[in-house]
């Protein structure tokens, strides 16, 4: 049996916790994860277990930004001056977040108000 990390599926027993000590749960996550990080992309893609989504695919602010721009007219380029250094990097997705061709996924479920 296959266990499935969004689009990766991995070998059960790498990670079934009722067959293996702490220890050997840990020797085989180690050697799972050297294994995926000599991969290239093509071949990691070969194990995806359903379609992904690329973060190429996924238009940055500025992108959007320009888009919108381009179809509203003259009033929206000058929205777009001084904010290129962070809408140049961050990228907004509304879907389902196990289809993405990432690394890794982080919950931050409770902000911390500062005042």
């Known amino acids: 049996p296959l266990v499935s990390l969004g689009n990766l599926q991995?070998?059960?027993?790498?990670?079934?916790?009722?067959?293996?000590?702490?220890?050997?749960?840990?020797?085989?996550?180690?050697?799972?994860?050297?294994?995926?990080?000599?991969?290239t992309l093509e071949e990691r893609r070969k194990e995806y277990s359903r379609d992904y989504v690329a973060l190429k695919n996924i238009p940055t602010w500025?992108?959007?930004?320009?888009?919108?721009?381009?179809?509203?007219?003259?009033?929206?380029?000058?929205?777009?001056?001084?904010?290129?250094?962070?809408?140049?990097k961050v990228s907004l997705y509304r879907g389902d977040i196990t289809l993405l061709e990432v690394d890794a996924i982080v919950n931050a479920g409770r902000w911390l108000n500062v005042l």
């Not at 070998?11 to 990080?37: I, V």
């Not at 500025?62 to 809408?87: F, T």
Request: charged share 45%; glycine share 6%.
């Open 10 to 39: 991995l070998k059960a027993a790498a990670s079934h916790s009722t067959m293996y000590s702490g220890n050997k749960r840990k020797k085989l996550w180690r050697e799972e994860k050297e294994r995926l990080l000599k991969m």
């Open 62 to 88: 500025m992108e959007d930004l320009k888009s919108k721009s381009e179809s509203e007219g003259e009033n929206a380029k000058e929205d777009l001056q001084g904010k290129k250094s962070l809408s140049d």
